[in-house]
Each structure stands twice: as structure tokens, then as C-alpha cells.
């Protein structure tokens, strides 16, 4: 059902939702780049609905709400495990329609890659999202090349009007509650980016053949190996694990998974002191074909959801969709046509 509501209508419903949720948003963070004195978009709770940043993309994605960068997995001391008690609250998240396509990838590698993720599904089973309509694209996206650009699978989604905001809510507790406010029923359809800037085509000839190709060379001295776009990117799901001991013959303590990158020194390394992928060309082209190659062998659609916040954060002016420009020509050159 739709409805337009104005800022304070909007709070009011945030106000009652904070009993059972934490609500998050793309946030201004004063100071926070990674740059001097320049501000950061990234998530964090919000209260009001004049908190949440409509008009730039967020440098880091939702992810972080749904899977923490440091997560306890269990504490243990000689005699125990511990697992950590869940959260009180669930969660509500904004976010836009390619972070959305997003979502279904984090479930398919938590939920349907083996057995679930028994940490990842006790977050999800309580997150409801709040879908913000994009009404136009920003530089670097190519959602439109992904298929990413529209979504229908969310519990709200809103538009921002001159006046206020437009919204369409699909769960009827969230309903009655807009309804018995008296807010003004009309149709409402999700905003969304009919064209970008950027376009991005896969060649349909695209095969593993590509690793001969020195399309990666370049990428040896270019990438510095921070794997900044690893951490950026709401479809990568790497963890390492870390254990903490809190005493010094380390039989008590506590065991985390932290966010990895395929990009970073030290990812690929084996016991023996083998490592699979040492040249960063080499780390990228894994990253690039796993993003738009054998991803899609397994599920059916491409990882990548063309976000473009890879190319945002680079420090190297690295570009996700220039590099899958050049894959036609990087498979003409190991079939010789
Ligand atoms: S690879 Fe880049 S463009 Fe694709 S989803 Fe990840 S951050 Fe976004
Ligand atoms: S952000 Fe750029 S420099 Fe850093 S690892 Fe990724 S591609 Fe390399």
C-alpha cells in the first residue's frame, strides 16, 4: 500500500520500529574519509528520517550491518565454549536497489553454499529492508549493465518528493501502523536508474582461458594490494579467522572471523609457505572472473551487481568496468583472432 508522509510522520514510525529494531542508513560521518578534512557516507543507526543521506552514494555498503568487519564466534577458557548471545534487536536497513541484489548474493554464500551459516542466519532471519528509490544514477554505477536497477523484494521502499517521501510498504504491521495515522494513501512504485553513464558488456565467449591474456600485467605495478575494493564491495564474503588469547599459556580466550580480501598479501598462503597468487595481476584477475565469470555457472546471475564502489575507492584509479572492457580483447588474443 502507498502513502505520502512528511518527515515527522516518518520519525514517528522510526520512533515505534526502535523498540524492536536498529535502524541503519547511509550517514554523513563529519571527518570521517579516508581524505583530510572531507566527510564520509557510511552506515550507521539513525533515529530521524533527516539523518539518512539520499543524495550521494555510500563510500562503504550495508554489509556492515549484516555481517560485522570482527564478529566473536565463541570464548573459551580449558573447560568451555561460549557462543556469544544473539542480538536483542533485528534490524532495519536502507539501501538501494543493487544493494538489494546484493542481499541475495550474501544469502546464497551464507545460506546456500553448504551447510547455513549459523551466525549469519540468526542476523538475518531478523532484518527487514527499506528499499530507497534511485531516481538517478551516480558516475561510477553500471546497475542497469547487471540487471540490479529494479527490485520489488523489500518491506518498504521510499522516494524522496519535494515535500516529504513517498512510500510503499509491504508488511502489514508497518501498515496499520501508516494507516491509523491517517497518512494519505496514493500509488507508489519504486524510483529507479533507467540508464548510466557507465555500460559494461561481458563477451558471451568469455571463458578461463582469459588467465594467459596480458590484460592482468598491467595490474602487477598499478594495484598496490590494499584491498580497499574487497572491503567496499557488498558482495565480497571472505572471512579469516583470529584468536585472541587473554591469557598467556593461551587456553583462554576468544575466537573472531574477520573481513579477508583476495587482493591483500598473505590471502593465498598455504601451510609449506606456498602462495597460490603472489603477482597482483594475477589476485585480480581472480577477483574480476569470480565477480563476473564462474559465479554465475553456479547461481544463474553474475556476483557483481555494478555498484561501482570498487572504482570510488581505489587509490589507483582502478576501474571494475574498464578492466571488464577489456575482456573482448583479452580473449582475441589467447584465441589469435
Ligand atoms: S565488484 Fe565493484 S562494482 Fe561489483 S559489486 Fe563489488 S564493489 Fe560493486
Ligand atoms: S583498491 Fe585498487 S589498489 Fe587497492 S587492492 Fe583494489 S584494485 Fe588494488
Redesign the pocket.
Known amino acids: 500500500m502507498g502513502y505520502s508522509v512528511n518527515a515527522r510522520q516518518f520519525d514517528e514510525w522510526l520512533a515505534a520500529l526502535r523498540n524492536d529494531f536498529d535502524v541503519y542508513a547511509p550517514v554523513c560521518v563529519k571527518g570521517g574519509s579516508i581524505y583530510s578534512d572531507a566527510d564520509c557516507i557510511r552506515y550507521g543507526m539513525i533515529s530521524s528520517i533527516e539523518e539518512v543521506v539520499f543524495d550521494r552514494k555510500s563510500e562503504y555498503?550495508f554489509k556492515e550491518a549484516m555481517v560485522p568487519i570482527s564478529e566473536t564466534l565463541f570464548y573459551f577458557t580449558e573447560e568451555e565454549c561460549t557462543v556469544p548471545a544473539p542480538k536483542k534487536k533485528g534490524a532495519v536497513i536502507f539501501l538501494r536497489s543493487?544493494d538489494l541484489a546484493?542481499v541475495q548474493r550474501l544469502d546464497d554464500m551464507y545460506l546456500g553454499n553448504g551447510p547455513e551459516d549459523f551466525y549469519y542466519e540468526r542476523i538475518r532471519k531478523n532484518i527487514r529492508f527499506v528499499l530507497m528509490g534511485c531516481s538517478k544514477s551516480f558516475g561510477?554505477c553500471?546497475c542497469v549493465s547487471?540487471g540490479t536497477n529494479k527490485s520489488k523484494n523489500y518491506d518498504m521502499c521510499v522516494n524522496v518528493r519535494e515535500n516529504g517521501f513517498e512510500i510503499d510498504v509491504k508488511d502489514a504491521s508497518w501498515n496499520s501502523f501508516f494507516l491509523e495515522k491517517g497518512c494519505t494513501q496514493t500509488a507508489v512504485a519504486a524510483d529507479y536508474v533507467q540508464e548510466n553513464t557507465v555500460k559494461v558488456t561481458i563477451p558471451e565467449n568469455l571463458s578461463t582461458e582469459i588467465y594467459k591474456s596480458s590484460i592482468w600485467d598491467e595490474y602487477n605495478k598499478r594495484c598496490i594490494a590494499c584491498g580497499r575494493?574487497?572491503f567496499?564491495?557488498?558482495?565480497?564474503t571472505c572471512f579469516t579467522m583470529q584468536d585472541l588469547f587473554y591469557t598467556e599459556n593461551g587456553k583462554v580466550g576468544e575466537r573472531r572471523r574477520v573481513w579477508a580480501s583476495c587482493m591483500v598479501d598473505g590471502y593465498t598462503d598455504v601451510a609449506g609457505g606456498g602462495s597460490y597468487r603472489k603477482k597482483n595481476g594475477e589476485r585480480m584477475r581472480f577477483?574480476v572472473m569470480h565477480?563476473?565469470f564462474d559465479y554465475k555457472q553456479r547461481n544463474g546471475y553474475h556476483?557483481?551487481?555494478?555498484?561501482?564502489?570498487?572504482?570510488d575507492?581505489c587509490p589507483e584509479y582502478i576501474s571494475?568496468?574498464d578492466i571488464i572492457g577489456k575482456l573482448e580483447k583479452g580473449m582475441e588474443e589467447v584465441s589469435g583472432s
Do not use: E, W
Request: hydrophobic content about 30%.
Open positions: 555498503s543493487c546484493a561510477s553500471f547487471m575494493c574487497n567496499v564491495c557488498p558482495t565480497c577477483k565477480k563476473i556476483m557483481c551487481v555494478g555498484c561501482g564502489r570498487c572504482d575507492i571494475f568496468s
